[in-house]
Structure formats: C-alpha cells, structure tokens
C-alpha cells in the first residue's frame, strides 16, 4: 500500500517561490507515475505536474509550464521510497490551493497526464493529505 505524505506549503507573496516536497513509499518497483494536484477553492482538482518514477517528466499544465518544475532525488530514491519535488515560482495568487501528491501503478499503453489537466487525477489510486499554498500580498 502507498503512502504520501505532502510538505512545505505555506504563505507567500505573489511573485515569491515555495518548494513543495511529498515522501513517498511503499512502492514495489518503478512502474509508477506520481503526480501533483491541487484544488482550489470552489473549484475541481487539476493536475500539475507528473513524472515516471525513474525521474522522467511526463507533462505540466499549461498554467505553470515555465514557472514550476517537479524534480525526483535520485540520489535518496530506491525502489520502496521515492522523493519528489515541486519547485514554484513567480507564484500568483491563481496558484493557491491545496496541493497533493498521488501516485499510481503505471498501465502499459496509457498516457498519463495528458489532455485536460482535470481529468489527470481520475487514475491516480493513492493520494497524500495535501499541504495548502497561499499566494497572497
């Protein structure tokens, strides 16, 4: 069973960066895509950004392309752990919501996160508590 667990939200200036970090475990090896979502305020849940846990990028949202950059510490990741990362800046009050990492048994011949960034998260079976980012002067 996979856990995450989502951290370094907070409160920030537009204009400013915060790096979100999500740790996760229990994978059983690297047939995985993980993502970040977020959601929000009166609005549905999108997706962000994927990658392969092998650390290869899968897509961005239009609306961050360019501004955020979702990383994997290869360094520390093994087959059971993986740490992931998404770098935000030149935030906009538009970015906050609240933020979750989810991650799921890649399926051969699918494509993960492509297409509406609101139906990313339909196949994704595990999910973090989420961490809320607050862009606001």
């Known amino acids: 069973q996979l856990q995450l667990e989502e951290s370094g939200g907070g409160l920030v200036q537009p204009g400013g960066s915060l790096r979100l970090s999500c740790a996760a475990s229990?994978?059983?090896?690297?047939?995985?895509?993980i993502g970040w979502f977020r959601q929000a305020p009166g609005k549905e849940r999108e997706g962000v950004s994927c990658i392969s846990k092998s650390g290869d990028i899968i897509n961005y949202a239009d609306d961050v392309k360019g501004r955020f950059t979702m990383s994997s510490d290869n360094a520390k990741n093994t087959v059971y752990l993986q740490t992931v990362y998404l770098q935000m800046n030149s935030l906009k009050s538009e970015d906050t919501a609240v933020y979750y990492c989810?991650?799921?048994?890649?399926?051969?011949?699918?494509?993960?996160?492509?297409?509406?960034?609101?139906?990313?998260?339909?196949?994704?079976?595990?999910w973090g508590q989420g961490t809320q980012v607050t862009v606001s002067s």
């Open positions: 989810a991650a799921t048994l890649r399926r051969l011949g699918y494509f993960y996160c492509s297409g509406s960034p609101g139906t990313w998260g339909m196949v994704f079976r595990s």
């Open positions: 229990g994978f059983t090896s690297d047939r995985y895509v």
